[in-house]
């Protein structure tokens, strides 16, 4: 998995094409990425980029939804002109129809001149509506407006102006749910899913950390100017093991921690954050009365136990709190139902219960 910072360029990118299941996609727009999932991905976004179509993009927070659909944009035939991103969730309710449209002077006090939105600023290029589950629900009537029309208004105008623009949305909510609760517009997400591009959690694409760790790796050593740098075997599979919640993003961070840390030309365990290199695990079942008053004395017999085996044994004891009930124990685990029946397999584990 190790890169050496102090290789040429031209020497690592041969390299690589020499590696078992190198592809020419790996490194696509600053998105890394290996994996069946990945390239199914890729391939999507080079077929929809050419389009002018509406596509949202679905995935946990940390997956790389933004650069997606940057990527979207930097392939299309608006890639000269500007990709306005936005994140909904980071605009309070009171500003947002301003933000996103603009206004002329006089509409409320302080608007002491006009103003464009951001809608209006992405005119002749790509809107990117970030969390976009997080979007007030007046405030969806009026962007649906916008997508059907082309037109915005600004607040205090009476006239509406024409824009030309790709909407790509992002969320991390499931949009259903939220249309069946009353908090998202039906009419609204259909305009919206034209193209729908699912972005899969890193624990879903484990063949990919190595190559994204190696590639932050260079990057951050390149920006410290560090000379050599690489992982000790024990980081490499430290890394590989961890379930990443936070996603690629994590891993990235978890990355430059590590650069800024570290004091030799090996990455060590102890330059890692402290949760990957020492993963905590959930509390085991039981009662107050099984467990005792007070905490239970370490058990030392797990100090030789590797990363695998704390796995299976907190599986299984999940699993049993649930009695057997794999979505349940999925959910509280973190990962999807796919990846708790590979592991069942790869561990040997049965379900028990119903």
Known sequence: MAITTGQARGGRARRRQNQPGFHPDVVFKDIVGASPRMRRVFRLVSRVARTDSTILLIGESGTGKELVAR???????????????????????????????????????????????????ADGGTLFLDEIGDMPILTQVKVLRTLENNEVRRLGDRGSRLVDLRVIAATHRDLPAEIA?????????????????????????QEDIGLLASYFLDRFARRESVPELTFSPEVEALLERYHYPGNVRELENAVEHAVAVHEGPVIIPADLPVAIRSPRLLPSAGSEAERGPAPAAPDRTRDHWSLADVEKEHIQRILALHRGNATAAARQLGISRTTLWRKLREYGLRRTGH
């Open 181 to 205: 609760a009353g908090r998202f517009r039906e009419d609204l997400y259909y305009r919206l899913n034209v193209v729908q591009i699912d972005l899969p959690p890193l624990r879903e694409r």
């Open 71 to 121: 990527s979207i944009h930097l392939q299309s035939r608006r890639s000269q002109g500007p990709f306005v991103a936005v994140n909904i969730a980071a605009i309070p309710e009171s500003l947002m129809e301003s933000e996103l449209f603009g206004y002329v002077r006089g509409a409320f006090t302080g608007a002491n001149a006009d103003r464009a939105g951001l809608i209006e600023q």
